[in-house]
Each structure stands twice: as C-alpha cells, then as structure tokens.
C-alpha cells in the first residue's frame, strides 16, 4: 500500500515558466512533509519542507503548499530553471509511527525536464 | 566533513555471497538512517540509529540483513547470503536530529546481486 504517491512520472516544462509537481498521501498521521531533489548518481538533496499546521512555506524560486482536508501538497517552482532538471521526491513522516518519529515515507518521484 | 561518505560506491557479489556498506555520517550528527533504492523506485526505510543506539528497525529484513554504529567507526550496514532482490542502491543519511529539516543523504552505494 503506497501512502505517499506522486501520480505523475515525468513533467516537462519551459525555461522560465512555472513547474508544479503534486504529491497526494493516505495516512492522516503524516505531519511533516518534504521534498527531495535527486540528480543521477548522486544522493537526495533536500529542498524544502512544512509542516502541517502550516498550509505554505516559501524559499526563493520554491513554495510548497499543504491541503491537509484532500491530503495534497504541491511544489511550485518558479521561474524554472535547466538546472532544475531531476527527480523529485515527495516524502512525508508520521510523529506516532511506533516510536520511529521520524523516518521519512517516500513517493516514486517526478523527473522534471526545464528545456531552454 | 560536511558530506556523507558512503563506500564503495559499487559493489557486486554472488547470489549467497556477503556484502558490507559502509557510511561515514557527518560529524556531529547523531542521527544515521539507511534506505533501499530498488530500480529508481521509492526509497524504502530500513533502519535509523542515534548515535551507537538502534532508534527504529522496523524496515529490517531480520534473517539476513544487520547493521551497527560503532563510536570512532563508520557504520556499516551487512547483508549474509545476498539475493537477486537485494540488488539496489542503499543510501545512508545523517542529520543533527531526527528528520526535521530534512537529512542530509550520501551518494549510495549500487549493490549488483548476480
């Protein structure tokens, strides 16, 4: 049973547009939410995260939002850039999982394409 | 050092055979977590630790799969008698505290089971 789900493999976007990739999950104990960003052959670089009592969290070019009542979040990337070219991993964790507070759910990833 | 070292960064062994992961956590971070990779999928838990201290197993293969945190050593991470689906890449990660903030990951290492 998948509980962090990134229903869509790949996105391909323009130079300069926005880049919105969505992330949907099933358990309602998930509180904290983050986003990775991973080139080939390289690990996971963490790029923002929010937590759930907030509903948006802004870092330059990437905002995250948080729909908690249809489970949804989003990452917005704005403006896109070739350099942001990779997978994204959306990943979530559950503060009452058995006492792992803090191990990290992962989706399947995205893999964003920004073309010049 | 301010990255994660994990070595090597491949590794082929025979179905049966063992294989060692090692990971070398920045320093001052107490937390070390591993994850499998398995065919660019979902990076699936396997185990944390604080410190020397096992924090959360839960995503252990018991009968074959171990790992330790030993003070002045990296960790290691063993599999007895690997199979074909042990083959993935397996990330170890650290951070200051438990996943608040996010971990910082190393690179992996690619473990080929042929």
């Known amino acids: 049973d998948q509980q962090v789900k990134q229903n869509s493999p790949s996105l391909s976007v323009q130079e300069g547009r926005i880049s919105i990739l969505n992330c949907d999950y099933t358990n309602s104990m998930f509180d904290y939410f983050l986003w990775y960003k991973k080139y080939p052959a390289e690990g996971p670089t963490f790029l923002i995260s929010?937590?759930?009592?907030?509903d948006k969290n802004e870092d330059g070019r990437f905002t995250v939002f948080l729909n908690k009542s249809a489970k949804h979040l989003s990452l917005h990337i704005v403006p896109s850039q070739p350099g942001d070219s990779a997978v994204y991993f959306c990943?979530?964790?559950?503060?009452?999982?058995?006492?792992?507070?803090?191990?990290?759910?992962f989706g399947k990833g995205t893999l964003l394409t920004v073309n010049p | 050092g301010e990255e994660v070292a994990q070595t090597p960064k491949h590794l082929v062994r025979g179905e049966g055979q063992k294989a060692k992961l090692y990971c070398a956590p920045i320093?001052?971070?107490?937390?070390v977590f591993w994850y499998q990779q398995v065919l660019k999928n979902e990076f699936k838990f396997l185990i944390s630790f604080q410190n020397e201290n096992v924090f959360d197993e839960t995503g252990m293969p018991k009968e074959r799969f171990s790992a330790k945190c030993l003070p002045n050593s990296p960790c290691s991470l063993e599999i007895q008698a690997t199979k074909l689906e042990d083959s993935a890449v397996y990330f170890c990660?650290?951070?200051?505290?438990?996943?608040?903030?996010?971990?910082?990951f190393g690179s992996g290492t690619r473990l080929t089971v042929v």
């Open positions: 929010i937590s759930s009592i907030k």
């Open positions: 320093k001052g971070h107490s937390y």
């Open positions: 990943a979530a964790s559950d503060l009452n999982s058995g006492g792992s507070n803090y191990k990290l759910t």
């Open positions: 990660a650290s951070s200051l505290q438990t996943g608040r903030g996010g971990y910082t």
